[in-house]
């Protein structure tokens, strides 16, 4: 089991965010966690990362909305043009019990990458389908390494989102 603390650095942000990552090693590629996590305040998160570098990513995970409300989220930046904290893309509410875990998956299969959660072992549900994932790629993104999957936790309440 893996135990992040959350704190207030993002992953767009050029600190360094509570994260964890391995090396995405082929085009055709599936992640997926069990997490356990309840947020407390508007703008905490937690979930899972596809990740190039600062200004390209995908999150995709639960988090406190504005209203007050949990719910599961992805999220792109595709460019320091965006928010750091990237663009919500897709939602679903949910009503998590306190203690219950939901699950997170990405899939890559070329460029087209598909985010997935459930709230009950197995039973899947595709939150987006055939996202463009060329924003990962080092033609679009820069750099030389490649995408990162890992997973990613940020305290919202010391930012004052």
């Keep these: 089991?893996?135990?992040?603390?959350?704190?207030?650095?993002t992953i767009g942000g050029m600190?360094?965010?509570?994260?964890?990552?391995?090396?995405?090693?082929?085009?055709?590629?599936?992640?997926?966690?069990?997490m356990r996590f309840r947020p407390t305040k508007v703008g905490d998160k937690a979930g899972m990362v596809a990740v190039q570098n600062d200004n390209h990513f995908f999150f995709l995970g639960l988090e406190r909305n504005a209203q007050g409300r949990d719910e599961i989220v992805?999220?792109?930046?595709?460019?320091?043009?965006n928010p750091e904290s990237g663009v919500k893309i897709a939602s679903a509410p949910v009503a998590l019990k306190a203690g219950a875990p939901v699950w997170l998956k990405i899939t890559a299969r070329g460029g087209a990458y598909d985010f997935s959660y459930a709230?009950?072992?197995?039973?899947?549900?595709?939150?987006?389908?055939?996202?463009?994932?060329?924003i990962l790629s080092t033609k679009k993104a820069g750099g030389f390494?490649?995408?990162?999957?890992?997973?990613?936790?940020?305290d919202g309440g010391a930012q004052g989102q």
């Excluded at 089991?1 to 650095?9: D, H």
């Excluded at 600190?15 to 069990?34: C, D, I, L, M, V």
């Excluded at 992805?74 to 043009?81: C, K, T, V």
């Design 119 to 134: 709230l009950a072992a197995g039973q899947w549900e595709t939150l987006k389908a055939e996202e463009d994932g060329s």
């Design 74 to 81: 992805l999220e792109r930046r595709a460019g320091p043009s």
């Design 1 to 9: 089991k893996l135990i992040l603390t959350a704190r207030p650095e």
């Design 145 to 154: 390494v490649g995408a990162l999957l890992g997973v990613y936790a940020h």
């Design 15 to 34: 600190t360094q965010p509570s994260f964890w990552g391995r090396r995405q090693q082929h085009q055709n590629a599936s992640a997926a966690t069990e």
